[in-house]
């Protein structure tokens, strides 16, 4: 079993900036990814991460204002969020699974955390 709690979420303003993380502990995590969920809409990839860390991928969307990142001997992913806009707005969260390529897909992902609530107002 993986346990994963995410952090780091808030209330800020457009073009404000925010850095997720989010620390796994049990068996060890290969791909690992964040998600986001606006409000009555579906869960959509941001962003995910290789095993090693070597191999990103980034939502259309996100690419140039989002970085992933992993520090694998602490056990944490993070989501460094820069020039937030309004339409960043959802729960961000954090999924790992046990093989290493990255995914997109959410059934892909057998461990999630709880989410963390991002806020951006205008």
């Known amino acids: 079993q993986v346990q994963l709690v995410e952090s780091g979420g808030g209330l800020v303003q457009a073009g404000d900036s925010l850095r997720l993380s989010c620390a796994a502990s049990?068996?060890?995590?290969?791909?690992m990814g964040w998600f986001r969920q606006a409000p009555g809409k579906e869960r959509k990839i941001v962003a995910s991460i290789s095993g090693s860390g070597g191999t990103v991928y980034y939502a259309d969307s996100v690419k140039g204002r989002f970085t992933i990142s992993r520090d694998n001997a602490k056990n944490t992913m993070y989501l460094q969020m820069n020039s937030l806009k309004p339409e960043d707005t959802a729960v961000y969260y954090c999924a790992a699974r046990t093989v290493a390529p990255i995914s997109t897909i959410t059934s892909a992902y057998s461990y999630w955390g709880q989410g963390t609530q991002v806020t951006v107002s205008t």
């Open positions: 049990g068996r060890s995590t290969a791909g």
